[in-house]
């Protein structure tokens, strides 16, 4: 078991050593210079001598050695660093982010999740039938849409054309909702977004769940638990479901690593303010620091819901306790 621990751990450890090397380097590949970005449109009338000051107030003009070594001292002292185009402390922009971030990934994996779960051992359940080969066309076909694509129509049709949601942002701008005001308001600018996200997300765990079934259907406890004159709701419940949760749930924390970075493409699409958004506009502003700190944040996500997922996972499998 410590062996087992011990080998794990390095190999996180080794990841987020190459990740931090990737993430110095991979934003200063990128073409093009942060100096638009810095001095604004007025960046072609600076003196040299003022161009030279601004890379030294961003620390751009030192060596790519010494930039690293205090972008890890940074790293260790829990300094993100300052945004180029904000003039903020990126903590702080994490800090303003991250909330809707876990809020519109958090709750979408959730539902997804108990979607997918119903649905994919309902349609296990009642294999071959209209319900099955229904749902499955269903599931293909929101699997096969792009995130994007879905997002631009549930805008057109339930904004833009309905006008039952907002079309953009978290919130309605200006205006001093309180109490369930704001709830209200909140869920409205949230609704779209996480419809979209949700939608994209249960074919994969629908798809998982039903497999998982087909292949627990099959055992020998099934047909003795039937034999015994179980009831088939107990047997699908307390037999076939509780079995089949393995793969979901090692899915389920592999996506959970994701929540931190959120759907970019969705948060892009309905200008939701989240992480997923910050990078986004990062990249467009080449903003070295909040690619940096994003790329960094992702990855400890990522690794402590792995960690999470080899710990837990015994306790879900006892069969994994005895290897």
């Known amino acids: 078991m410590w062996r087992f621990v011990a080998g794990r751990g390095a190999q996180y450890l080794l990841v987020l050593c190459l990740t931090v090397i990737l993430n110095f380097g991979l934003p200063r590949m990128m073409p093009g210079s942060p100096m ?9 009338f600076l003196t040299p001598e003022q161009r030279a000051q601004l890379y030294a107030l961003y620390g751009l003009d030192q060596p790519q050695w010494r930039q690293f070594v205090t972008y890890v001292g940074n790293l260790a002292r829990g300094q993100l660093g300052y945004s180029f185009q904000r003039g903020r402390p990126i903590g702080e922009i994490v800090r303003e982010r991250l909330p809707w971030t876990l809020g519109l990934v958090g709750t979408s994996l959730v539902l997804a999740t108990f979607l ?32 994007f694509w879905l997002g631009m129509i549930f805008i057109a049709v339930f904004a833009a054309h309905l006008g039952w949601f907002p079309i953009f942002g978290a919130g309605t701008a200006g205006a001093a909702f309180e109490g369930w005001g704001l709830v209200v308001d909140r869920a409205r600018h949230l609704a779209l977004p996480l419809a979209t996200l ?23 406890y ?19 479901v509780r079995n089949a ?3 979901v749930a090692t899915v389920f924390m592999l996506n959970l690593g994701f929540v931190v970075s959120g759907a970019t493409v969705v948060e892009t699409v309905f200008s939701y303010p989240g992480l997923g958004r910050l990078l986004y506009e990062a990249v467009l502003n080449r903003d070295y620091p909040v690619l940096q700190s994003t790329f960094f944040i992702i990855t ?9 997922a080899d710990l837990l996972y015994p306790l879900i499998d006892p069969r994994v306790r005895r290897r």
């Open 36 to 44: 638009v970005f810095l001095a604004g449109e007025d960046v072609g």
């Open 116 to 147: 997918g779960v119903a649905l994919g051992a309902v349609s296990a359940w009642r294999r071959g039938s209209a319900l099955d080969l229904g749902t499955l066309g269903v599931a293909m076909f929101f699997e096969s849409v792009p995130s």
């Open 198 to 220: 949700t939608l994209i997300t249960v074919p994969g765990m629908l798809l998982i769940m039903r497999y998982a079934m087909l292949g627990v259907l099959g055992e020998q």
């Open 222 to 240: 099934i047909a003795t638990a039937r034999a015994k004159g179980v009831p088939e709701g107990r047997v699908l419940r307390r037999h076939a």
């Open 245 to 247: 949760l393995l793969p």
């Open 300 to 308: 400890v996500s990522v690794i402590a819901a792995n960690v999470a």
